[in-house]
């Protein structure tokens, strides 16, 4: 199956997943009285998108198993990072936030701001995976290795960052300070520059075949959701309350990486 029809079914089974797994993560949110249990479900819908595309799609064979293998590894792991991550705890003070400037907690609210956005967003993210599921032989194969490449600095910044602020928090002689160690001394969000590369890394491989190029708004998107819309930009405002944060923020890459400053610096 491939064309536009081909895409019109993808993108269709795709919203109908991405609907239906957006309303059981929220029946689940409302049960147990907090609704960051969305975070668990961001990268299950892309995993699930991946895989509608492959297994209906006729497009390029090798390029859609390599995008799907990537968006799965990708996925899982976020899906089981932040499980870990939110499990016996409180509600995420962005969302908090969130609902807050949006006028209250009421259920039409929670639904619209929290999982229906975040629905709409993992299927505009994903067009790069349904419109590839639909597109003939790869025209450009070498973006594939730099593209594959990307990714792989992506799910590194990920994993490795995730592991050393696990690490951090876990001894307790850091309680109260700020992680600025590792990764974390050269970016202030290695998740979240992570997390960007990977997608602009997955739209790299879409894009070596006409028409994957054209949705190039969808890693920009993305990068916009991580950097400003629901990502570092609120944490940042969360974060910056806390003694050492101000200072932290001085020498310490917003979320490009660099060499941090020294505290020396820093301070002039």
């Known amino acids: 199956m491939t064309g536009w029809a081909g895409f019109l079914t993808i993108t269709t089974a795709s919203l109908v997943f991405l609907a239906v797994l957006q309303t059981a993560t929220f029946a689940v949110g409302h049960r147990i009285g907090r609704y960051n249990v969305v975070d668990v479900a961001w990268g299950l819908g892309f995993v699930g998108v991946a895989w509608i595309g ?129 990764l974390w001394a050269w970016t202030r969000h290695p998740n979240y520059f992570g997390d960007s590369s990977v997608w602009w890394g997955l739209w790299l491989i879409a894009a070596s075949a006409w028409p994957g190029v054209l949705t190039i708004l969808s890693p920009v998107a993305m990068t916009y959701f991580l950097v400003y819309a629901t990502g570092a930009r609120l944490l940042e405002k969360t974060m910056s309350r806390r003694p050492g944060y101000p200072e932290y923020q001085r020498r310490t890459s917003y979320f490009l990486p660099r060499p941090p400053r020294s505290r020396r610096h820093a301070d002039t």
């Open 54 to 182: 492959v297994l209906i799609g006729g497009g390029d064979p090798l390029r859609n198993w390599l995008l799907t293998i990537l968006v799965t590894v990708w996925g899982l792991r976020l899906t089981w990072h932040m499980y870990v991550k939110s499990k016996g705890r409180g509600e995420d003070p962005r969302y908090v936030d969130l609902l807050e400037r949006s006028g209250g907690n009421g259920l039409g609210t929670i639904a619209r701001k929290i999982f229906g956005i975040q629905g709409v967003s993992q299927w505009f993210v994903s067009l790069p995976l349904q419109v590839s599921a639909v597109s003939e032989s790869t025209g450009l194969l070498p973006i594939l290795a730099p593209g594959t490449l990307l990714w792989i600095v992506g799910v590194s910044f990920e994993a490795i960052g995730d592991a050393q602020l696990r690490k951090f928090k876990a001894d307790p002689a850091n309680k109260g300070k700020i992680m600025d160690r590792g």
